[in-house]
């Protein structure tokens, strides 16, 4: 599309003050149709004669901005007048927020600036353009602040008249996109369910649930009166507000109330946090007067979990709410603290639960581009997409992502187009592997992160005790093997690539006759490296009962662990490690409060006390992983590779009378799947609910079904 905008920007430095940019135009003649295209360096909010253009709160979203900045495209016929205002607000965003620890080189001192056009089509079949020119004006907005990190400032008393031309700049137009993610919405609003004063006298309002988004609150004020609005996960073992854990995220509002009564929410910026710290509230603080805003990408809830155990439902539910507070976008590792980063490899051990649960494949396409572009020449894949750390080396089980998330993305939803587009990263990343390692078929050497988070770790430190070399070897083998299935899938010649599998297992198994850890034992047996399986899942069964029934695995582990025992006989061990309520295990949490997954298994120990400040996130996502368990294993629902996308379906439950019902349902690209066992007095029921041809596997029975809906006994 050919587009007359320009870029603009203020003509004079407004510090942390954010521009407001102006435009009127008037219509001469009665309008069929407009448009506006928009942009902007930073995140923008966009009105049309006081009515915001759309409901895309946090344009332009989050890509990698050197090589893609996307632009949007909204219909405002009915906005139009006769005599028009239009007013883009533009906060610093992703883009132009420095982040404490990582790279901050020069992001502040970008240019803050829009790029896009009004195009009027009028009845006669005219047409006017209204482009960002030097015609434009710029003023001081009310946000006085607005940072991703640090959060938000508003004068609501702020009467900024003053109107200055703005200033052309270019930029690179060929990283203009149109708009390819999801559209970030206000999703969902929470009530606040209680306001307390905490031992140390501060006014906490508590939402009782952690979500990622903003507050919004209504107040009367005489005007002039300073709120300031404080965001936290958990409340310390005493009950105070707590929240060192966002280390230099400062996450606070400042508000400069107006006279009178007022409603008002940020909208340049977000925060995760399930409680807030409310100091300077000109009247009484009352929970009705405060709201949550949930804000994320706009994803299809498609998955559901039930089952007789209210713990276990607040598993499931910890764990869509931590996939809602993480999807703002892009796939980050958390919300709130100074980080909120699309790690890789914290996505690719997600994106199975995450495709199920919600209908993903448009959000993780954008994503996968963006990583595609992040991508070095030599195929390296950054440890965060977009790359915003870029020192920090790619890492294996990190930037095996790039393999992971398209091939699980095409097995979710059947679309071989993702495989198509990023088969070169794919392969890139594989390639990559083979230019660096210091053993041939094996990834040895280079920096990574091991089983971040494994409790086998040394007390206080993150990398469990898995060999770093078994592991990015383990990591490599499967990701060339997943090559050369999405090669065959798309007509690729992956000769050269099954070969090379062929070596690497070799190579491995030579190399590896040992494994040390329940997470070695487990890769071994999920990636198809143990000569002999039964054996590997056997010992690993030991191992954990050897460890006291405690998992130890951490990123690298844990997503298969489950798998891992139940496909080869060890279903009342993962059913047990899965019902478990003794640290460490998933319910532990759940028993403590949690309303979305830990980062940490022992976030907050038996005694109250919590992990170390410097890496302690309440909202990670990454342990959520075991959904996929529960629904591919509990409830049995599983995708077949000939059949991509859910087009047929084994169905094979393995229910466990510690509940006594288990139910899921997905709605596939093929319709919906459910199944649902229940233990009654007689046995166990199985409902099966299929829309495609389905396997059956029933106490161990094999049937072959049409779609439809089943009753059977076991
Ligand atoms: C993030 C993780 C990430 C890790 C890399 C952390 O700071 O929060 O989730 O994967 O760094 O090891």
Known sequence: ?????????????????????????????????????????????????????????????????????????????????????????????????????????????????????????????????????????????????????????????????????????????????????????????????????????????????????????????KGQETIRICHGEVLDKDGNFYNENYRDAKAEIRYICKKGRQTWHPFLTFFGFRYIKVEGFPEPVRPEQFQAIAVYSDIRRTGFLSSSSPKLNQLFSNIFWGQKGNFLDVPTDCPQRDERLGWTGDAQVFVKTASYNYDVERFFRKWLRDLAADQGEDGA?????????????????????????????????????????QFPSMKGWVDYIGSVTTTPYLWTGGV???????????????????????????FYANSVLLVCRAGRVIGEDVREYEKLHEQIVT???????????????VLAVQFGLSPNPQETADALADLIQREGGQLKTGFVGTPYILHVLSDFGHSDMAWELLLREEYPSWLYAVRKGATTIWEHWDGIREDGSFWDKMMNSYNHYAYGAVADWVYEKAAGIQALEEAPGFAKVRIAPIPDSRLSYLEASMETRHGKIRSKWTYTGDGVRYEIETAVPAELVIDGKKELVGSGRYTLWG
Not at 456 to 464: L, S
Not at 507 to 521: D, G, I, K, L, S
């Open 448 to 474: 990574h992160f091991g089983d971040w988070l494994a409790l086998d770790a040394p007390p206080g430190e993150c990398e469990g005790a898995s060999r770093k070399d078994f592991i990015a070897s383990a």
């Open 507 to 521: 190579a491995f198994r030579e190399t590896y006759p040992v494994y040390e850890t329940q997470t070695e034992h």
């Open 381 to 421: 894949v950054p440890v965060v997409v977009p790359d915003y750390l870029k020192t920090i080396p790619p890492s294996a089980a990190w930037g095996d992502a790039a393999v992971i998330c398209p091939w699980q993305i095409y097995l979710t939803y059947g679309n071989d187009d993702v495989l198509r587009e």
């Open 1 to 221: 599309m050919e587009f007359q905008a320009q870029w603009i920007q203020a003509e004079r430095e407004l510090g942390d003050v954010c521009p407001v940019f102006r435009r009127d135009f008037a219509l001469r003649k009665p309008v069929s149709s407009a448009k506006l295209y928009l942009t902007a360096l930073g995140v923008y909010e966009a009105r049309m004669n006081g009515t915001r253009v759309s409901d895309y709160v946090l344009a332009p979203g989050w890509t990698a901005y050197e090589k893609r900045l996307q632009y949007q495209e909204y219909e405002i016929t009915s906005l139009l007048q006769k005599e028009n205002e239009l007013t883009v607000t533009v906060g610093r965003g992703w883009m132009r927020s420095p982040m404490g620890w990582g790279g901050k080189e020069g992001r502040t001192a970008l240019p803050c600036g829009i790029w896009g056009e009004v195009r009027i089509f009028y009845e006669d079949g005219t047409k006017e353009i209204v482009p960002t020119d030097a015609s434009w004006l710029f003023g001081e907005s009310r946000v006085r602040f607005s940072e991703i990190y640090d959060g938000e400032s508003y004068d609501a008393a702020f009467e900024g008249n003053e109107w200055n031309r703005v200033r052309i700049f270019s930029w690179n137009n060929e990283i203009l996109i149109p708009q390819e993610g999801e559209e970030i919405r206000e999703q969902e609003r929470i009530a606040a369910r209680s306001v307390q004063v905490t031992p140390k006298g501060e006014t906490v309002v508590d939402f009782g649930q952690e979500v990622t988004g903003y507050v919004e609150f209504t107040v009367e004020a």
